[in-house]
């Protein structure tokens, strides 16, 4: 493969975007942001990764977009959303873009002031809907962008590497992601280098469990089955084929996979710590942790205090985006 020249214009710097469409026809949902801190051109492909992330808000709220990127952002650039300062910190030199997804979600009905409807189809998917979302994205900025990871074995053209950031469900479906966990096109979607998986689901079976009465309320219960049906199906066979902990992480099947990163905080009140732990078992288990760097971060403060305050998110993605060059 060659690289072919991005075909929409973003050579001028400093740009942020609005939202783009990543399918054809345009939907919603199916739409991300980019933001690059210098023009594309000025970011080599050996020395610098994109970060991708992926929000969360349990597949369904409809509130957390995007933008849930932009306070990590705002700590990384001082002038944000100019990027006067990008030269300051060593890090962000090594970063080329930004992109940031959505994907569409499973239905909302009792949602207080945007409730889902029946006939939005933005809004009524289920399993791998959102995580087929996120390969379609993947696909597009691999046209787009160049982000295609390809390392160019044969001595041909190369493509930007990518470091992907999950919040909640969105490091769920990462994991999802790189496991092709789900459908086909997942297959074809070039695999990040790292991953910075931050208070995520990774066994669904273990996060009903611990969130089912008596040691939660009835309505607690209620509220965590409905997540989970409501994303999943109300086959509870089909909840530990889905969660990352069934995945294989092996070198056969995740190649590129250099680094883990697993951040959660004790203060947070809606994903246990027993998740992650499930997940470093897994990890370890397949070889993780000797030559492939598996690293757990304790964060500080509520579940979503992490991306609204995003200094934790921008201090994780400067040390990975150091530690894979440096
Ligand atoms: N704001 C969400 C709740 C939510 O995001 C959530 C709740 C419990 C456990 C994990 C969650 N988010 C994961 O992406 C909602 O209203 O459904």
């Known amino acids: 493969m060659t690289a072919t020249p991005p075909t929409i ?10 939202l783009l469409s990543y399918t054809s026809p345009a939907t919603p949902l199916q739409t991300l942001e980019i933001w690059l801190p210098r023009p594309l051109s000025a970011s080599s492909l050996e020395t610098t990764v994109w970060i991708v992330y992926i929000h969360g808000g349990a597949w369904r709220d409809p509130e957390l977009t995007s933008s849930q990127l932009e306070p990590t952002l705002r700590r990384l650039f001082p002038a944000f959303p100019s990027f006067e300062d990008a030269g300051s910190s060593r890090a962000v030199k090594h970063i080329a873009g930004f992109a940031s997804l959505n994907y569409r ?11 889902s409807d029946d006939r939005d189809e933005s809004r009524n998917v289920t399993h791998p809907a959102h995580v087929g979302d996120i390969a379609k994205a993947l696909e597009w900025l691999e046209r787009e962008y160049n982000v295609t990871g390809n390392s160019g074995q044969t001595g041909g ?24 966990m789900g ?9 990040p280098v790292a991953l910075i998986l931050l208070a995520g689901i990774y066994d669904l079976p273990v996060f009903l469990q611990n969130h089912s009465a008596p040691k939660v309320s009835t309505e607690t219960q209620r509220v965590y089955t409905e997540i989970i049906e409501g ?17 294989d992480y092996s070198p056969e099947t995740w190649s590129k996979g250099r680094m883990v990163v697993l951040a ?5 009140e809606l994903v246990e710590e027993e998740q992650v732990n499930r997940l470093v078992e897994v990890l370890e288990r397949q070889g993780w942790g000797v030559g492939r760097q ?3 971060r304790e964060l500080k403060g509520g579940h979503d205090f992490v991306w609204e305050d995003g200094e934790q998110v921008a201090a994780l993605i400067e040390q990975v985006t150091l530690m894979l060059f440096e």
Not at 9 to 18: C, D, E, L, N, V
Not at 264 to 268: F, P, T
């Open 9 to 18: 214009a973003h050579q001028t710097t400093p740009q942020t975007t609005s």
């Open 183 to 191: 459908q086909a096109n997942i297959l074809s979607v070039c695999r």
């Open 105 to 115: 979600l499973s239905p909302y009905k009792n949602h207080p002031t945007h409730p």
């Open 157 to 180: 053209a190369r493509g930007y590497e990518w470091v992907g950031v999950g919040h909640s469900c969105g490091a769920t479906m990462l994991l999802q992601l790189v496991t092709s």
């Open 231 to 247: 994303a999943f199906g109300t086959d509870k066979r089909r909840w530990l084929s889905a969660s990352p902990v069934a995945g």
């Open 264 to 268: 959660h905080s004790k203060e947070d």
């Open 294 to 296: 598996l690293l757990e």
